[in-house]
């Protein structure tokens, strides 16, 4: 499968530190995208990185990428307790028709 | 806010029933999805439409059947509800670009949460 890997699966932290999640997979992408997902809810897209892009911001999201490597990480500086949520990882890899969503991290930000 | 709406919210049957979810979104999107998810747990693509009258069968199987007769509506049905189809099923859907060769982001609706008794 080239379905896109978050590491770690699971990140406590207390509000106002940084927290950093991982995404590897396997084959060659168009783009790699982001995901938010609150209890019970949705998943809301939170950023796009193309292939031939390095880095993206968003307000408080750092986004990196390093296609030779075949990652991603995810950045989110200065946490608060309403970032508690499980984020996705999800590739756009050539020859596919639709995305492949990753199993999550799931973060949990203490006040 | 993403305009995609999924009814029921939640539902509770019994085994054996026909079961139909309702999809709906206004942004006039070709492409739409269903998603099966157990809670916590990765997503899993069960369906998917590149729009009118065009179904596919995504990566996990599924007894599900899918219609796509309006641009705005994709709803999924369960023949014969198993205890088996307990989940929560996501509903999305995205743009096409015209000749473009890679995917949009995808715009998920809340979910519909379903136990089979």
């Known amino acids: 499968s080239q379905q896109g890997e978050e590491d770690p699966q699971a990140l406590s932290i207390q509000e106002g530190e940084n927290a950093t999640m991982n995404c590897s997979y396997k084959?060659?992408?168009?783009?790699l995208q982001w995901y938010r997902q609150n209890s019970g809810r949705g998943l809301v897209h939170l950023i796009l990185?193309?292939?031939?892009?390095r880095e993206k911001h968003s307000g408080r999201l750092r986004v990196t990428l390093d296609t030779s490597k075949k990652s991603s990480s995810l950045l989110i500086t200065a946490s608060r307790a309403a970032d508690t949520a499980s984020y996705f990882c999800?590739?756009?890899?050539?020859?596919?028709?639709?995305?492949?969503f990753g199993k999550g991290t799931m973060l949990l930000v203490s006040p | 806010e993403a305009d995609i709406y999924q009814t029921p919210r939640y539902l509770v049957i019994g085994t054996g029933k026909k079961i139909t979810l309702e999809c709906s979104q206004t942004?006039?999107?070709?492409?739409m999805y269903w998603y099966q998810q157990d809670p916590g747990m990765e997503l899993h693509l069960i369906h998917y439409?590149?729009?009118?009258?065009?179904?596919e069968k995504g990566d996990l199987s599924s007894e599900s059947t899918v219609s796509r007769i309006r641009t705005e509506h994709f709803p999924l049905t369960l023949e014969s509800a198993r205890p088996s189809h307990t989940s929560q099923y996501l509903c999305?859907?995205?743009?096409?670009?015209?000749?473009?060769?890679?995917?949009?982001?995808?715009?998920f609706g809340d979910g519909t949460r379903l136990s089979i008794l």
């Open positions: 999305a859907s995205s743009e096409s670009r015209p000749g473009g060769s890679y995917n949009q982001p995808q715009h």
């Open positions: 084959t060659s992408i168009n783009n």
């Open positions: 990185i193309r292939s031939n892009e």
């Open positions: 999800a590739t756009d890899a050539s020859g596919y028709s639709t995305l492949t």
């Open positions: 942004m006039g999107h070709d492409k």
């Open positions: 439409s590149y729009g009118v009258n065009s179904t």
